[in-house]
Every structure is written in structure tokens, then in C-alpha cells.
């Protein structure tokens, strides 16, 4: 009887030691979701490998196309696609009383998201696209176009726009 379990009792502790390690790590990582108290509703400096992107959980590992979406009690979330945040924020009861940051691909900088220019076409981290300028060019579209062609699925993650857009 005692051999019959033996392999069963093992299997169990590793298991737990699997769990064990797991949880460890995660707590020695701690991500950043969230911050609260950023009641003047400015861009918060984002230390890279740090922060985690509110809508998918992937960490942040570049500012290029990072954005930051402050609600009026002062929450601020983190992405790292633009796309990201217009589909977060699409059913949040403050979408349009919030403060949206982008790092502008122009002058390395944050701006407001509703005020940027966006390019359509540019390898963003979860594809959709978008990079925010500063300074508007040829063939950029506004916040609100950039919006409604993310929530409407009109992105390069779409083949025949990313077909139309790259001129294929």
C-alpha cells in the first residue's frame, strides 16, 4: 500500500514546490497595474520592466508606443499599445472626463492622446499600428478616428488593411 502512494506523495510535493516557486517570483517582481493619487493628472515617469499593461498583462518593455490613461480620482493605468488603451477604456464609466498620455514618436515626450496626430501603419507591440506624433505629417488621422478604426478592428491585425495600408 505504502509503495502505491510513494509515487502519488511525490508527484504532490512537487507540485506544491512548482506553486511555491511560482508565487515567490511573482511577488519579487512586483508589477505595477495601477497607481492611485495622481490627483494633478500629469504622466507618470514609468520605469521599464516595471509597469504592466492594464489591458493585456504583458509588461512594459518600451515607451515608444506606451500610453497612460489618468481617471479623474487620480488612478492612472499603464499600456503599451495605444489600441490597448481605446479598447480598455471603451466601456469605463469616466472615458471621456479621463486624461490620456502618449509618448509622442516625434519628440519623445508625453502629450495628450486627444490632441496627438497617428500614423497607421507601424509595428506596435500588440499590432494595431498606431504611433502618436506631435507634429501632424501626410496621411495621419486624429485621436478619434484613431479610435473608431481600433474599435471597429480596422488595424494592421486586420490582413486585408494591413494589405491596404502597406499598398499590397
Not at 20 to 43: D, R, Y
Request: proline share 2%; charged share 20%; glycine share 8%.
Amino acid at each position: 500500500m505504502l509503495k502505491k502512494l510513494t509515487p502519488i506523495v511525490v508527484i504532490g510535493v512537487i507540485i506544491a514546490l512548482i506553486v511555491l516557486l511560482f508565487l515567490s517570483l511573482a511577488s519579487k517582481q512586483n508589477m505595477i497595474v495601477i497607481k492611485e493619487g495622481n490627483l494633478k493628472l500629469l504622466p507618470l515617469e514609468m520605469e521599464l520592466h516595471t509597469y504592466q499593461d492594464s489591458d493585456c498583462g504583458m509588461v512594459i518593455e518600451e515607451l515608444t508606443y506606451a500610453s497612460q490613461v489618468v481617471a479623474p480620482s487620480g488612478k492612472t493605468w499603464f499600456f503599451h499599445d495605444h489600441g490597448g488603451f481605446v479598447h480598455w477604456l471603451e466601456d469605463k464609466e469616466f472615458k471621456d472626463e479621463a486624461v490620456i498620455w502618449v509618448m509622442s514618436r516625434d519628440t519623445q515626450r508625453w502629450i495628450n492622446a486627444r490632441e496627438a496626430f497617428y500614423s497607421l501603419n507601424e509595428s506596435t507591440p500588440m499590432g494595431y499600428g498606431f504611433g502618436a506624433y506631435e507634429i501632424e505629417k501626410k496621411g495621419f488621422i486624429d485621436f478619434e478616428t484613431m479610435s473608431l478604426r481600433t474599435l471597429r478592428g480596422e488595424t494592421m491585425n486586420n490582413s486585408s488593411i494591413q494589405k491596404q495600408l502597406l499598398g499590397q
